[in-house]
């Protein structure tokens, strides 16, 4: 399953809103997961089945969508918040992971 | 809380062989598959090998198959991955990561570079 992320680079404001895209390329249902990785760091899990935040994730960190869309929002971004971020789908054998957003500092 | 800590990588020559090596504390380590993941900045995060808890099953990519053996010692917590025949491009770093299916716990990492 191939996923596919946009935008590549997305540039915002502390403060606002960002909203990042996934989409596969074969329905996945909700098996889908989001991660953010910073420089030199292991990529840190933030959403699972597409909705769910893992353990410790701030609320402002939202997931949505089924089958092949995919969305990961982030309502009033904080500067921990600049970094890449990954979907990856968990449904079909092997996992496969997007080639991530480069969500930066406007 | 759970920790895994990686050791091994390095640099080795086309045709070599490493062996990467993740301790495991803060879970029972037997009862979880555990996976192996790495990263290059051309191609991303690509799932590489995982195993049962109790080590009776193994699952490759196709890039790796033949190639890398991933196993576990339960009475140590350790997980391992063997890699032999190593190609240029299996440069990346390579994470060790609780789960087969969503990562929530990761190694710091190791970065393997292949190279003359």
């Known amino acids: 399953v191939v996923m596919t992320q946009s935008p590549a680079t997305l540039s915002v404001s502390p403060g606002e809103r960002a909203t990042l895209s996934c989409r596969a390329s074969?329905?996945?249902?909700?098996?889908l997961a989001w991660y953010q990785q910073k420089p030199g760091q292991a990529p840190r899990l933030l959403i699972y089945?597409?909705?769910t935040r893992a353990t410790g994730i701030p609320a402002r960190f939202s997931g949505s969508g089924f089958g092949t869309e995919f969305t990961l929002t982030i309502s009033s971004l904080q500067s921990a918040d600049f970094a890449v971020y990954y979907c990856?789908?968990?449904?079909?054998?092997?996992?496969?992971f997007g080639l991530g957003t480069n969500l930066e500092i406007k | 809380e759970v920790q895994l800590l990686q050791s091994g990588g390095g640099l080795v020559r086309p045709g070599g062989s490493l062996r990467l090596s993740c301790a495991a504390s803060?879970?029972?380590?037997?009862?979880?598959?555990m996976s192996w993941v790495r990263q290059t900045p051309g191609k991303g995060l690509e799932w590489v090998s995982s195993?049962?808890?109790?080590?009776?099953?193994?699952y490759y990519g196709d890039s790796v198959k033949g190639r890398f053996t991933i196993s576990r010692d339960n009475s140590k917590k350790t997980l391992h991955l063997q890699l032999d025949n190593l190609r240029v491009e299996d440069t990346a770093v390579y994470y060790c990561?609780?789960?087969?299916?969503?990562?929530?716990?990761w190694g710091q990492g190791n970065m393997v570079t292949v190279s003359s």
């Open positions: 990561a609780k789960d087969m299916r969503k990562f929530e716990h």
């Open positions: 803060g879970f029972t380590f037997s009862s979880d598959e």
């Open positions: 195993i049962s808890g109790s080590g009776g099953s193994t």
């Open positions: 074969q329905n996945i249902n909700e098996f």
């Open positions: 089945a597409a909705s």
């Open positions: 990856q789908q968990y449904n079909n054998w092997p996992t496969t």
